[in-house]
């Protein structure tokens, strides 16, 4: 039987006997040996920790099964949140499990379709706001202040505390801490996570956290934040923050899809890139990608070759097939 994430790390988590535990099967995703990237940039070994697989497509999961049975627990009327479209789907996904309301507040414009489409199925009142995902975020505090909803953001400590534990479960299943965790940043609230899973183990292993270089217009959508409110606690966590520009997450992002066989969405690929860039030292590296590509399919759909028009005739798809083996070679 499926493990709860709550389950897994009870004596890790502000929860007690009497918590309600609203589950999907969150946590527990594959730790992925990439050996062909590992090889292109000369280290020893390179690990993936491959959130996707958590039940909505993304990490915000873990966070989400704490804050939820919290908000649960305490007699919440709904759940509430800001979001760039992950977190939207994974607070809704919860509520709808805990069987509570949930409110959802959206850049106009600047989610991908697929994760909103989540969102309204699973039963959300999505409110679409004219604006960036900070002024999202300022409104969504203001209602949740009045005490009637619970922010379920990574503002919300208890967020913080399931995000924490992908730390928990790479350390565990690698026998010890890597010589760096790198993962991408946008509000922070991940970075925050893990440096403080890194103080509850007692252990100094550097965080490296990227952003886009162009934060207010990156075509990563799911990072598209101007202001990030965790930038003090990543700045107090001491860890590294680097950029990357949309150029290099697109080529991060498809080198993982072509040579490890991993489809993320854009802003997944952060942290790759400065691993591929020779920026983060060591010879163990874990990096973490954040959601699945299914997720935001339209730059995949812009930028992947299309496909090819045949007649059902065997020669036909065999040649046709030959010949994206040889383009496939020129272009290695
Ligand atoms: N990766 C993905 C796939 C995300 O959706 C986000 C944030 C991040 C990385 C950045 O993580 O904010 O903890 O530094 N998504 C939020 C949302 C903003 O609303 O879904 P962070």
Redesign the pocket.
């Known amino acids: 039987m499926t493990v709860p994430l709550i389950e897994r790390f009870r004596d890790r988590l502000p929860v007690s006997r009497s918590t309600p535990v609203v589950s999907l099967g969150e946590g527990s995703t594959p730790l992925l040996r990439a050996d062909r990237l590992a090889d292109a940039v000369g280290i020893r070994e390179l690990w993936l920790k491959w ?1 996707a697989s958590n039940p909505t497509g ?3 999961d873990r966070g989400m099964t704490v804050a939820v049975s919290k908000a649960l627990e305490q007699g919440a009327e709904a759940v509430l ?10 607070a809704a996904a919860y509520a709808a499990r805990a069987g509570l309301p949930a409110l959802v507040r ?1 850049p106009h414009g600047a989610v991908a379709g697929a ?1 909103l489409a989540q969102s309204r199925m699973l039963g959300a009142t999505v409110l679409e706001v004219e604006g960036s ?1 900070d002024d999202a975020l300022r409104a969504a505090q203001e209602l949740a202040d009045r005490g009637s909803h619970v922010l379920v ?2 503002l919300n400590p208890h967020r913080r505390e399931g ?1 924490k534990t992908a730390v928990l479960e790479i350390v565990e299943e690698l026998g010890g801490a890597p010589d760096a965790f790198v ?11 893990y440096a403080q899973a890194l103080t509850e183990l007692g252990l100094e292993t550097p965080l490296v ?1 990227v ?1 886009a270089a162009d934060r207010r217009e990156t075509l ?1 959508t ?2 598209r ?1 101007g202001d ?3 930038a003090a606690s ?1 700045r107090a966590a001491g860890a590294r923050v680097l950029e990357a520009g949309d150029d290099e997450l697109v080529r991060a992002w498809r080198a993982l899809a072509e040579e490890e066989g991993l489809f ?2 854009p ?2 690929a ?1 942290g790759l890139v400065a691993v591929l860039r020779g920026d983060v030292d060591g010879d163990r590296l874990v990096v973490t990608i ?2 699945h590509g299914l ?1 935001d399919p339209a730059v995949a759909d812009r930028l992947a070759p299309p496909p090819t028009l045949v007649v059902a005739d065997p020669d036909a798809i065999a040649e046709a097939g030959a010949a994206g083996r040889r383009k496939q070679e020129r272009t290695a």
């Open positions: 959130e993304s990490y915000k949140c800001a979001s760039t479209g992950n977190t939207a789907g994974s959206t994760k995902f953001n990574s995000q993962l991408p940043y946008g509000g922070g609230g991940n970075t925050s996570s956290s952003e990563a799911a990072i934040i990030p409110v965790h990543v993320c969405e802003s997944s952060a954040t959601g997720k």
